[in-house]
């Protein structure tokens, strides 16, 4: 990739790393007054910063600060209005949201644990047949294939409360497309049990993948598109195998944007409260008692809000050490 | 042309895992949107019976959802809420972006990861400490706060905002410092080049943001939940009160639900795949220059 220009560039510009005792060219010498131009210049922008920034503070930081505040109080309806006021409880909404005392569902460790398994192994099955999906039409191969192209989003640009209910109405037992289906050719007229009991762990994975894999496919598509042709063509004249092919030239192509689109898929599983609350409901089955669920238990059926805030704040330390790490990982590493 | 097929990433699957592929993820999305295409013009009695096909068409479902259920009016409050949304996101967050990509600072990974990192607050635990904030600002000022428009198009805010920011600091990174200069040396102001050289070369990723806040908001119940009021209620809001009004029902109207059900997705799907291209441009660049 053309590194170098841009890169170097920008390394030129920044007035710390060209220190006083370089002796510059004449055009390092101009590029680094363009630098200190640069810096002085972009201060009307910061200042068109600012909104941007004091809405980033109010609504996102503040609300987690309060969140964070929140899990160490006793907050229950009548003290929520007094919110200053409501009394300190140290650790114990912790060691509540710990063991799933208090009336929780399960224990917050559960949940984590659940919440965890769902989001990553939808993140896989969506990243497999993203990658696939977006192969099987990067290349205008007919007519079709922009139709084809088209049909794959329709998955991803259903609203999440309605595919969640097209997928509560498919599985919903006797009467719904899978039950039917079954009656129709034969195979019994039993009622499914996907979504009670342990397989509903099973159904929210499958449910979850079939919405999400077009996010990826798109990240995918685009990634794909961006491989120089030459590549294969040179691996072509080197007489690559086709795994050679995707070893060494497709997934170092689309390996960065794509875990952009894994990063980014993951919280939006591991958060998810639509689609688990469509299809199981305020009580689901323990196998699918994931955080977003157990915490709204909490807050909006035991009306214990500090418990609540308690449970999230565990589900956001368990993911974002994780995550962090990966991105790190991802982009500084690779830059340096 | 056919020579042509060893050089570019299609080859990396032989051709027939390829159709069967392709045959399979398409059987795959026909059928549920099938099912819920053909239930939308099913009538509500042999959909609540369990059925495959329809013995009539009952278009009429497309009719009568209008009727008693606020899809309408929450079509109309979910294109002013998400659009208002949406829009901000990507005013404040193109100079947010910008800004954070070209000036050098410590602790700018760190920043950006943070913003990221946001996107991992639950969505629950946000939500209580903003209804916390809007009764304050409510009780301290004496407006209305919950209820409003612009209260929910606030809260989806906190999960678009840091995301465009995101997405365009991301994006500026690709986009070579020489253009800048370029325009600099031309004698344009920081703002000028900004405005007249990177917004057109970032317009897709904005795209992208944008359309992403947008389907958050369209699709989120728990947010317009809690903070929309009878006013304001959005899309989603509106189908949930009919669910779960029919729930109930001796003779549920699922047939209407899923009417009213495909007209909610109409409006977000025609924009996504409109917009298809345009989104697959923005992250291709991203990618070429990455």
Redesign the interface.
């Given at each position: 990739?053309a590194k170098g220009?841009?890169f170097k560039?920008?390394t030129d510009?920044?007035v710390?790393s060209a220190g006083p005792s370089t002796r510059p060219s004449a055009s390092r010498a101009r590029?680094r007054d363009?630098g200190a131009?640069?810096?002085r210049?972009?201060r009307?922008?910061?200042v068109?910063?600012v909104?941007?920034?004091i809405?980033?503070l109010?609504?996102?930081l503040?609300?987690?600060?309060?969140?964070v505040l929140?899990s160490f109080r006793l907050l229950t309806f009548s003290t929520?209005?007094h919110?200053f006021s409501a009394p300190w409880v140290g650790l114990h909404n912790f060691s509540q949201a710990f063991t799933g005392g208090g009336g929780l569902p399960v224990s917050g460790l559960n949940a984590i644990w659940h919440t965890l398994e769902y989001s990553v192994l939808t993140t896989i099955i969506a990243l497999v047949?993203g990658v696939?999906?977006a192969?099987?039409?990067?290349?205008r191969?007919s007519r079709a294939t922009p139709v084809?192209?088209?049909?794959?989003?329709?998955?991803?640009?259903?609203?999440?409360?309605?595919?969640s209910?097209?997928?509560y109405?498919?599985l919903t037992p006797?009467?719904?497309?899978l039950?039917?289906?079954r009656?129709?050719i034969g195979l019994g007229g039993g009622a499914n049990r996907l979504l009670v009991g342990d397989h509903s762990f099973a159904t929210l994975v499958g449910v979850d993948s079939?919405l999400a894999w077009g996010f990826i496919y798109?990240?995918a598509?685009?990634?794909?598109?961006?491989?120089p042709?030459?590549r294969?063509?040179a691996a072509?004249i080197d007489g690559a195998s086709?795994w050679q092919?995707?070893r060494f030239?497709?997934y170092p192509?689309?390996r960065?944007?794509l875990a952009?689109g894994a990063?980014?898929s993951t919280?939006?599983h591991?958060?998810d409260?639509?689609l688990p609350?469509?299809l199981f409901g305020t009580a689901p089955p323990t196998g699918v008692s994931v955080?977003?669920t157990t915490?709204?238990e909490a807050?909006y059926s035991l009306y214990n809000?500090g418990l609540?805030?308690a449970v999230?704040?565990m589900?956001?330390i368990a993911?974002?050490v994780p995550?962090?790490m990966y991105?790190?990982y991802v982009?500084?590493g690779r830059r340096a | 042309m056919a020579r042509q097929y060893?050089?570019?990433?299609?080859?990396?699957?032989?051709p027939v895992v390829?159709s069967v592929?392709?045959a399979v993820?398409?059987v795959?999305?026909?059928?549920?949107?099938g099912?819920?295409l053909v239930?939308s013009v099913t009538p509500n009695v042999e959909?609540?019976?369990?059925?495959?096909w329809p013995s009539h068409l009952s278009w009429s479902h497309y009719l009568t959802m209008w009727a008693g259920t606020g899809l309408g009016a929450g079509m109309v409050n979910s294109v002013i809420i998400c659009g208002s949304a949406s829009g901000a996101a990507v005013l404040?967050?193109a100079?947010?972006g910008?800004?954070s990509s070209?000036?050098?600072f410590r602790g700018r990974?760190s920043f950006l990861?943070l913003l990221?990192?946001?996107?991992?607050?639950?969505?629950?635990?946000?939500l209580?400490?903003?209804v916390?904030?809007m009764?304050?600002i409510q009780g301290l000022l004496h407006i209305s706060v919950i209820g409003t428009y612009w209260a929910v198009a606030?809260?989806y805010?906190?999960f678009s905002?840091?995301?465009v920011?995101w997405f365009v600091a991301?994006y500026v990174d690709s986009v070579?410092?020489?253009l800048?200069?370029a325009a600099?040396?031309d004698g344009a102001?920081?703002?000028q080049a900004?405005v007249r050289v990177i917004i057109p070369m970032i317009v897709p990723a904005l795209a992208v943001a944008g359309l992403l806040s947008f389907?958050v908001g369209?699709?989120?119940?728990?947010i317009a939940t809690a903070i929309s009021g009878p006013g304001t209620h959005t899309?989603?809001v509106a189908?949930?009160q009919f669910?779960s009004n029919e729930e109930g029902q001796a003779l549920p109207e699922?047939g209407t639900?899923?009417a009213a059900?495909v007209a909610?997705?109409l409006p977000?799907?025609v924009?996504?795949?409109g917009l298809?291209r345009f989104?697959?441009?923005?992250?291709?660049?991203?990618?070429?220059k990455?």
């Open positions: 990739m220009g841009p560039a920008r510009l920044d710390r590029r363009n131009l640069f810096r210049d972009l009307p922008l910061v068109l910063m909104p941007a920034a809405v980033l109010v609504i996102d503040a609300p987690a600060v309060i969140g929140s929520l209005s919110w047949v696939v999906a192969l099987t039409v990067c290349r191969t084809i192209r088209a049909l794959y989003l329709v998955p991803t640009a259903l609203p999440l409360f309605t595919a209910y097209l997928w109405s498919i006797h009467t719904g497309l039950d039917t289906f009656r129709t079939w798109l990240f598509l685009a990634a794909l598109q961006g491989i042709r030459e294969y063509e072509e086709r092919k995707f030239i497709t192509g689309i960065k944007l952009v990063v980014l919280f939006a591991y958060n409260f639509t609350y469509v955080l977003s915490s709204y807050a809000f609540a805030d999230a704040v589900g956001v993911i974002i995550i962090v991105i790190w982009f500084s | 060893h050089y570019d990433p299609t080859d990396v699957l032989h390829r592929a392709r993820i398409l795959g999305i026909i059928v549920p949107v099912y819920m239930m959909v609540a019976a369990g059925t495959l404040l967050g100079v947010a910008y800004v070209r000036a050098r990974t990861t990221l990192g946001f996107q991992s607050v639950p969505t629950v635990m946000v209580l400490p903003l916390i904030v009764a304050g606030i809260a805010l906190t905002l840091p995301l920011t991301a070579p410092r020489d800048d200069d600099r040396l102001s920081m703002p900004f389907l369209w699709g989120d119940l728990l899309v989603a189908l949930n669910l699922y639900l899923m059900s909610s997705a977000v799907v924009l996504y795949i298809q989104v697959v441009a923005g992250l291709t660049g991203a990618s070429v990455a």
